[in-house]
């Protein structure tokens, strides 16, 4: 997945209509979730070939609990 836009069609797939719905969208205006999109919309991410790299450990300790990798979801 390149884009936002991807992202977002798999996670409509995936996710019952009522999730997706609650995550996709914003209060009133929706004026945070069209600045985050903007945001989004000026990264691009190019894939690179990893070399030399045998074991990666994307775990960390967050508030005192372990966890495997560091992606979260606020409290909502």
Same mark, same amino acid.
Not at 10 to 36: H, M, R, T, W, Y
């Given at each position: !997945?390149?884009? !936002? /836009? &991807?992202?977002?069609?798999? /996670?409509? &797939?995936?996710?019952?209509?009522?999730?997706?719905?609650?995550? /996709?969208?914003?209060?009133? *205006? *929706?004026?945070? !979730?069209?600045?985050?999109?903007? #945001?989004?919309?000026?990264?691009?991410?190019?894939?690179?070939?990893?070399?030399? #790299? *045998?074991?990666?450990?994307?775990?960390?300790?967050?508030?005192?609990?372990? #966890?495997?990798?560091?992606?979260? #979801?606020?409290?909502?």
């Amino acid at each position: !997945l390149n884009t !936002l /836009a &991807q992202f977002e069609k798999v /996670a409509s &797939q995936c996710l019952p209509k009522n999730i997706f719905d609650f995550f /996709a969208g914003g209060a009133e *205006e *929706e004026l945070s !979730l069209k600045e985050n999109k903007m #945001i989004f919309d000026r990264l691009k991410l190019v894939p690179r070939v990893l070399k030399g #790299i *045998e074991f990666i450990n994307f775990s960390t300790k967050i508030l005192g609990n372990d #966890i495997s990798i560091p992606v979260l #979801i606020a409290p909502i």
